[in-house]
C-alpha cells in the first residue's frame, strides 16, 4: 500500500477513534491484555524497546519510564503517540521497509503490533521487514508479533505450510494469502492485506533466535478463534556484536 494511502485511510478522525475502537472494545481487550501480559515479561529496567507501526503509541503508553521509542508511518497517529509518551526516546515518522543502519543491533525489543506489517505490498517486502526487526534486535534480543494469519480471516481454518511432494517435483511452500477489509459505514477500504503464513514467520526467524514460541490467547467466546503471536527471544550474536 503506498504512504498517500495509509496516510488517506489513518486521517485525524480514524486516529482520534482508534483505540476505543479497535483495542478496547470487549473483543479485542482480550488479545490486547494478553499482550500487554507478555511484553511485562519482556521488559525491565534495562530494555530498550523499538516499536514498528506504533500506531496511537497506546502499547508504548503503558510502560513509562523504559527506554523506548516508535516508527510509524502515519502523521495523525504519532500526534497521539507523541501526546501519550512524553518520555519516548523518540516517534519517527517513516517506513519500517527502510533499512535505518544506525538501529543496528541496538534493542532488546523490538515489536509490530497489531499487524502492522499487514500493509506492505508483497512478500518481498514482508522479509525486508523481517530482516530489519532482526537486524535491529541486539544479541539476547526479543522479538514479539501478533499475527492476523488464514485461521483468524476464517475462523479456525488452516492451511498447511509445506507440501513436499508435488506432480511438479519438489517442494510447494505457501507463504502468505491476501484480504481486503471493507469498513462498510465509515467508508474504509484497507486493500489487499497481506497474511502471511504462521509458519513463514518461524523459518524467518529461527535461523537468528535460540527459541521460537506461538503464543496462544483465550478465545473471546468459546468456539472462536484462538488468536496468536510470534515470540522470538535469545537472538544469537553476530559477528559485528
Known amino acids: 500500500m503506498k504512504t498517500q494511502d495509509v496516510h488517506n485511510l489513518y486521517d485525524t478522525q480514524y486516529a482520534n477513534d482508534y483505540n476505543e475502537r479497535y483495542l478496547l472494545n470487549p473483543f479485542s481487550k482480550v488479545s490486547m491484555e494478553v499482550e500487554l501480559g507478555e511484553l511485562q515479561k519482556l521488559i525491565n529496567k ?3 524497546w523499538l ?12 510502560f513509562k519510564g523504559i527506554e523506548r521509542a516508535g516508527l510509524d508511518i502515519s502523521p495523525e497517529m504519532l ?41 506492505v505490498d508483497s512478500m518481498k517486502e514482508f522479509e525486508i521487514l523481517m530482516n530489519n526487526m532482526i537486524s535491529w534486535t541486539k544479541a539476547d534480543g ?14 479456525n481454518k488452516q492451511v498447511p505450510y509445506a507440501e513436499d511432494e508435488s506432480v511438479f517435483g519438489g517442494a510447494i511452500n505457501i507463504t502468505s494469502a491476501t484480504w481486503t477489509w471493507d469498513e462498510g459505514e465509515n467508508g474504509k477500504m484497507h486493500k489487499h492485506l497481506l497474511a502471511p503464513h504462521l509458519e ?6 529461527s ?19 484462538s488468536r496468536k503471536a510470534v515470540l522470538a527471544k535469545g537472538k ?3 559477528k559485528n556484536e
Not at 516499536?51 to 503503558?62: A, H, I, K
Request: hydrophobic share 40%; glycine share 6%.
Open 207 to 225: 535461523p537468528w533466535f535460540n527459541n521460537i514460541e506461538i503464543v496462544r490467547y483465550p478465545p473471546y467466546k468459546p468456539g472462536w478463534v
Open 79 to 119: 500526534k497521539l503517540a507523541a501526546k501519550e509518551n512524553p518520555d519516548a526516546l523518540f516517534l519517527k515518522q517513516g517506513d519500517f521497509r527502510e533499512n535505518f543502519e544506525e538501529w543496528d543491533c541496538s534493542w532488546s525489543l523490538v515489536s509490530c503490533m497489531w499487524a502492522a506489517y499487514c500493509y
Open 46 to 48: 534495562d530494555s530498550r
Open 200 to 205: 513463514h514467520f518461524v523459518k524467518l526467524l
Open 51 to 62: 516499536d514498528l507501526g506504533c500506531g496511537t503509541g497506546y502499547f508504548l503508553s503503558q
Open 236 to 238: 544469537r550474536p553476530q
Open 142 to 155: 526479543a522479538i514479539f508479533i501478533p499475527v492476523i494469519d488464514l485461521e483468524d480471516l476464517r475462523a
